[in-house]
């Protein structure tokens, strides 16, 4: 193969390796287990989210973030040190009123609107969802990224 054939054959690698790279980076496939987003989403469900820092978060945005300890599958103490991914719906975001109707946990709060760095999040399908009627604010720093394309079929 003459060496121009070569280094096509290397652009090309690099190439994909790079989007790979890149896509590992920005991009993951979350599989939905249990039903707080019925009907907009079921279990056996996958997700593709983008990573994203919570200032580009919206109201009803779709969002993985990661599960507060307490509601942890595992509980606060597994082993792995890893913690369960929740799929919820961002209810609001940093400078909206905090919305006590819907999470009386942050009725007794003294802010008005949700404050920098957190996020409330609720399921679509609230008998069967763990959010933050249960833990309050998510804090930013366990916002994984929003939902950008759902796989309704299961598998």
């Known amino acids: 193969m003459p060496a121009v054939g070569w280094l096509v054959v290397v652009a090309a690698v690099v190439a994909a390796a790079t989007a790979l790279l890149w896509a590992r980076r920005h991009l993951m496939l979350v599989s939905v287990v249990g039903r707080s987003m019925e009907p907009t989403l079921r279990p056996g469900h996958r997700v593709l989210a983008r990573r994203v820092p919570l200032a580009q978060v919206r109201s009803g945005d779709v969002v993985v973030v990661v599960a507060p300890a307490e509601m942890t599958a595992a509980g606060p103490d ?41 996020l409330v999040v609720l399921g ?32």
């Open 78 to 118: 597994r082993p792995d040190g890893r913690r369960d991914l929740l799929i919820k719906r961002a209810y609001a975001v940093p400078g909206e009123p905090v919305p006590v109707d819907r999470v009386p946990l942050l009725r007794d709060r003294p802010e008005r609107v949700v404050p920098e760095g957190q």
């Open 124 to 155: 679509d399908n609230p008998p069967f969802s763990h959010d933050s009627r249960e833990c309050g604010y998510i804090p930013e720093k366990d916002v994984v990224g929003v939902v950008i394309r759902p796989r309704l079929r299961a598998g």
